[in-house]
């Protein structure tokens, strides 16, 4: 086939198959946690990383989604199940998901014994991870697959529930990851216990309750503009902020 014609064929399924906290969301996540690990934890980070940034490294693992091989980790983005119910009581997919996951992670890293460059693809996998358990739309429901079903216009061009959270929301503020993350890491020492109080268990549900919300707000083919980027701007900062506090505590928990 020629490379033209080769482009053209592949260029939407590229284009309209990603489904991720966008790149933008994932960097601030990382770049926030960055402010709060603890000394031992930087230095480790530091060593397995070769010194590169907790944001830099927290797109990794959807940059491999682009190889098959990597196919089996899919599922670790999401998880799905019934608005209403807890992650606890909910019916858990043999593929693993987004919890299973980040518990293997956190365990594959933590042991010394695992080789070096498994701790470090599953320590790529956990900074990646955390930022999407942050994103309402990862913590869903099977029926529409996470709102990827669910057709909208943003700004009149077409896109879908999950998109919206994933990255037109985060971009119609046109900061940088930088930008954003100086603003959202200055918490005060008592909030920032507040919000990285619980487990993982306490969070996926948290998500999960903010994602049957949004679901609530808006209507299939419905004009997203102005208005909503405006009515959701606090509440996507404070999951960005979160992700980005409880990360730190993870990573200061896994190299404490
Ligand atoms: N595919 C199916 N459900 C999904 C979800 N909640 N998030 C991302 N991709 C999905
Ligand atoms: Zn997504
Ligand atoms: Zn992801």
């Known amino acids: 086939m020629k490379k033209s014609l080769l482009l053209f064929v592949l260029f939407p399924v590229v284009a309209f198959s990603n489904s991720f906290w966008g790149k933008t969301g994932h960097r601030v996540t990382g770049e926030i946690a960055q402010n709060y690990l603890s000394g031992k934890a930087k230095r480790a980070l530091n060593d397995l990383l070769d010194g590169h940034s907790l944001a830099f490294v927290s797109t990794f693992a959807d ?36 919890i299973t996951a980040i518990e293997e ?45 669910i057709q909208v216009q943003w700004f009149g061009e077409g896109s879908n529930l999950h998109r919206v959270w994933d990255k037109n929301l985060i971009e119609s503020y046109g900061m940088t990851y930088t930008e954003l993350a100086s603003e959202l890491k200055v918490v005060s020492r008592k909030k920032r216990k507040e919000i990285q109080a619980g487990t993982i268990y306490d969070w996926v549900d948290e998500s999960h309750e903010i994602c049957g919300d949004l679901y609530k707000s ?25 992700g980005g506090l409880r990360l730190a505590k993870i990573l200061n928990e896994v190299f404490g």
């Open 63 to 98: 940059d491999i989604k682009a190889d098959r091989a990597y196919s089996k980790y899919s599922p670790w983005h999401y998880v799905n199940y019934p608005l209403g119910m807890s992650y606890r009581d909910s019916e858990k997919s043999e593929y693993g998901d987004i």
């Open 218 to 242: 808006v209507e299939m083919g419905e004009k997203l503009g102005y208005r909503y980027s405006y009515d959701y701007n606090e509440l996507l900062f404070q999951q960005l902020q979160k």
């Open 105 to 149: 992670c956190i365990t594959k890293v933590k042991d010394k014994n695992n080789g070096r460059e498994d701790r470090i693809f599953h320590l790529k996998m956990l900074i990646h991870l955390v930022g999407d358990l942050h994103q309402p739309m990862h913590a869903s429901r099977a029926e529409d697959k996470g709102g990827n079903d």
